[in-house]
């Protein structure tokens, strides 16, 4: 009968295991005190590497924070845009008022 172990366990071992390695242990007789094949050992090391995890970990947070940065700049540029086109509407407005009161040979002169 199989036996299926959860990842917090498989990870429990492997740190036992490490901990036998280096002892002076080999992956034999770790397997053999385990109770796993040596094959299963060394999958279970390629899945579960801890520098593997952690880089995976760290790919998926710079990957939200691409998103989430992403998301911000977006926003910024809406915001800069609204704010030029109420500029612009702005100088019009300023433009069109100045030309109603003192005449548009005044704003050319300055």
């Known amino acids: ?3 299926r172990r959860t990842a917090e ?13 280096a002892k002076g242990l080999t992956v ?4 053999r005190k385990l109770g ?15 520098t593997q995890v952690d880089t995976d970990r760290r790919c998926r947070e ?12 977006a926003e910024l540029m809406l915001d800069k845009q609204m704010l030029q ?5 702005n100088l019009v407005r300023d433009l069109n008022g100045i ?3 003192r005449g548009l040979l005044r704003l050319k002169d300055l």
Do not use: F, H, S
Request: hydrophobic content about 35%; proline content about 2%.
């Open 28 to 31: 034999a007789d770790i397997c």
């Open 99 to 101: 030309e109603g009161r």
């Open 85 to 89: 086109d109420i500029a612009k509407k």
């Open 62 to 73: 710079l990957e939200t924070e691409v998103e989430r940065l992403k998301r911000l700049v």
């Open 1 to 3: 009968m199989k036996k």
């Open 36 to 50: 796993i094949a040596v094959t299963t050992y060394y999958r279970w090391r390629q899945r579960n590497d801890p």
């Open 9 to 21: 366990d498989v990870t429990r071992l492997l740190r036992d295991a490490d901990r036998d390695l």
